[in-house]
């Protein structure tokens, strides 16, 4: 499956889901009229008086539709005192959908549901095995034993202290804080310090709190960028991906700097940085560059908004790719 497939995969995940929820609702229908025929009184009358409030509204007959709200409620009342004198939950019909909030449709009138947003973020996950990466790379498999122990002259701490007091800490309290408070990470250092290990291992704790996440690496970003830019009208779906970069609550972008950029492709960038920023949607960037060198590669309101918006964390050591080999 491609990216382009994605989209129409998650819609007949739902057209699924709710032909299942349908099927299941009516049968619990059916045993719950069988066995309270009051119930089924109850919501005949609900139906009937609920189409007749637009014909009220259009009359202007403000006086018949208090009348009718105030019967619909009594009706209502009555209808949970039957299923509370029968023991059923009240939650009884609701609870065949997957999703309460959509009720499986994937949309709550307009908008599109949080969980439709998850599925899609599933789909692109598939294609690039990252819940296997995940499974593997947390903070549950993270191994401090790995960091040398020997202190560093120039900074007066081993890499073991560091990574432990500044950047484990701080990954663990943006996870922690995510709920509380608008927060961005900019981790940087040279190739085999475990950036990208960590950009994992926070992922994988926001997506089991149930937050929505998007991982990226720059390479993969750059080339969505330039598919919405110049292979538009050969997509299925243009906007879909670029809408859940925009919206996502966490975006990993990692690796940047390593990608072949274009104005075009940095204005996108730009775009995409300075939305989420606007609407306090997270966003972690791990790369090689020190700010210094993303403001000589990139453009200066680029690097300035990273600068003065995200926690800058240097990552700094041994090659830990050298240290894995060994072991």
Known sequence: MSHKSAFRQVLREYDIAK????????????????????????????????SSLPRLALAGDTNGINKT????????????????????????LSSVYTCQKCQDTGYIQDTRCPCFQQKLINEYYSLSNLKDILKKENFNTFDLNIFSNQIDEK????PATYTQDAIVTSSIAF????????????????????KTFICH?????????????????????FKVLEDYRFNRDSLSEPDEMIEAI??????????????????????????????????????????????????????????????????????????????????
């Open 155 to 158: 900074r007066g701490v081993s």
């Open 246 to 327: 925009d919206s996502v609550e966490l975006l990993v972008i990692d690796d940047l700097g390593s990608e072949i950029s274009t104005r075009v492709t940095e204005a996108g960038l730009f775009d995409i940085i300075n939305h989420r920023l606007i609407t306090q949607k997270s966003t972690i960037i791990s790369t090689n560059l020190s700010i210094n060198q993303l403001k000589a590669q990139y453009t200066e309101r680029l690097s300035s908004r990273i600068s003065g918006n995200y926690e800058i964390i240097e990552f700094w050591g041994n090659d830990l790719r050298n240290v894995n080999k060994n072991s």
């Open 69 to 92: 709200r105030a019967t619909i409620n009594q009706l209502k009342e009555d209808r949970l005192n039957q299923l509370k004198n029968h023991g059923i939950s009240h939650s009884y």
């Open 201 to 221: 291992c926070i992922a994988k704790e926001l997506l089991d709190k149930g937050k929505t996440v998007l991982y990226l690496t720059a390479l993969r970003l």
């Open 175 to 194: 996870v922690n804080s995510f709920d509380k408070k608008f927060e961005n990470l900019y981790l940087f250092g040279n190739s085999g310090l475990g």
């Open 19 to 50: 032909n299942r929820a349908d099927f299941l609702l009516q049968e619990r229908k059916n045993q719950l009229y069988k066995d309270i025929p009051r119930i089924a009184e109850i919501d005949k009358k609900l139906n009937k008086l609920g």
